[in-house]
């Protein structure tokens, strides 16, 4: 993916183009370079710390105890990662040629692999947590766990570092020729002989990182959103008259009957859908139900935007390499439409700070807690400062005023003192 995010890194126009195709892909090559120029180091810098603010409010605040927030966490971390590799391969734009040096080249096209698979697999793997929380909530405390969390983050690190190490040996920077300015110049790109390699990676890649994970989010989520809204729909009914409330599915009322026999059918049900909502019904101001109701909220929001940001620029890609060679008339318009779809790709790195802020109450309370608490902390300090200096003030009075004897007599001596004076006052 890395040797397609820029237009720099690239040969473009191969193939006998008509004139005027060569003009229509040249303009539109200007338009992408400029939408390159000045977008890239925008969401870099923007997605950067969006990404550094949420590792802190995962880590630092009351989320930390979610075992979500792990992999919310590491997502972050991953496509900061992700978004530096990005920064390298957009500095030869500003002639700044340090992705097409030796080392840096291959690092950064393995890294940008390795973060890309691992941001991928980690909104499956919370996904596939909001889908054991929704439906299995007596399986929450025993699966959603931290420990849990932490192992399969360390799982999903080793497969992507072993998984892609072939990308450091098939591409290495090379002497390339372009057509609109008849100029060579080195760029990072493929080595001529691992054509063969790079297109059995490239399908491995798109496996990994498209076809399972898009079965996987759209599946689960179509679970979770079936699930929640039938739980929505029973607690809406309990909440009706006696005589407005509508049966089950199953011929029973989650609401009618004896206090018996709703308990009964609280035991019997396994976790069904109409025992999860009398239990939430009955504790209705229990924070643990709406806690986790806002964060399968945000979830959802993050895998589905994720989907729609990532699907165009893999399809594109798809397309690129099933078609066969001898259709080289349309390949600079597929890959036009790979960069302008990439663009959507690279965003998806830079907005979920922005998802989260939207789509989640939780962390929009711990971001305001985590400012909040740092100004009462300073707040604290400038207190116990002006408090001190206020005691050692004290004690220096206190010190001038028994210098010439006990702290008795100095005491009797300063109320003597204020007293003659009150005595003075009153007398005139």
Same mark, same amino acid.
């Given at each position: ?111 940008? #692999? ?148 709703? #308990? ?165």
């Amino acid at each position: 993916m890395m040797n397609q995010s820029l237009l720099g890194n690239e040969s473009w126009l191969e193939g006998g183009d008509a004139e005027n195709d060569l003009e229509a892909v040249g303009r539109m090559r200007s338009v992408l370079e400029k939408v390159q120029m000045y977008y890239v180091p925008v969401l870099v810098t923007l997605g950067t710390a969006g990404n550094l603010l949420s590792v802190l409010v995962f880590f630092c605040t009351k989320l930390r105890k979610l075992s979500s927030s792990y992999y919310l966490a590491a997502l972050a971390a991953s496509d900061t990662g992700f978004l530096a590799t990005l920064f390298v391969a957009w500095l030869p734009i500003v002639n700044v040629p340090l992705f097409n040096k030796p080392v840096i080249c291959q690092a950064s096209i393995y890294l940008n #692999s390795v973060c890309s698979f691992v941001s991928v697999w980690l909104v499956v793997t919370f996904t596939v947590e909001r889908f054991i929380v929704v439906l299995y909530p007596l399986q929450r405390q025993a699966v959603c766990t931290v420990t849990r969390a932490k192992a399969v983050l360390a799982i999903l690190a080793i497969v992507a570092l072993l998984t892609y190490s072939p990308y450091l040996i098939t591409s290495a920077p090379q002497l390339k020729a372009d057509p609109l300015t008849n100029t060579t110049h080195e760029v990072c790109t493929l080595l001529d002989g691992y054509h063969d390699l790079a297109s059995l990676l490239n399908s491995v890649d798109v496996m990994l990182t498209l076809v399972l994970p898009f079965v996987l989010i759209v599946a689960l989520n179509s679970l979770i959103c079936r699930t929640v809204w039938r739980l929505a729909r029973i607690r809406r009914g309990m909440m009706l008259p006696p005589s407005e409330q509508q049966p089950a599915a199953g011929g029973g009322n989650c609401t009618g009957g004896s206090r018996l026999h709703r #308990s009964r059918k609280l035991q019997s049900s396994g976790g069904s859908s109409c025992a999860v909502a009398m239990s939430a019904a009955r504790q209705p101001r229990k924070r643990s139900p709406s806690s986790s109701a806002k964060v399968t909220e945000m979830l959802l929001v993050v895998s589905t935007v994720f989907i729609v940001l990532n699907l165009p620029s893999y399809v594109v890609r798809i397309w690129i390499y099933a078609s066969p060679p001898s259709h080289n008339e349309h390949n600079n318009w597929q890959i036009i439409l790979q960069h302008y779809f990439l663009v959507l790709f690279n965003t998806n790195f830079g907005i979920n700070f922005v998802l989260y802020c939207v789509s989640g109450q939780n962390f929009r309370r711990a971001l305001v807690s985590l400012f909040c608490r740092r100004s009462r902390r300073l707040t604290e300090n400038t207190t116990v400062t002006v408090l001190s200096e206020f005691n050692r003030s004290i004690s220096r009075r206190r010190t001038l005023t028994t210098k010439n004897g006990d702290w008795q007599n100095g005491e009797q001596h300063a109320l003597t003192t204020y007293n003659h004076i009150g005595s003075h006052d009153t007398a005139n």
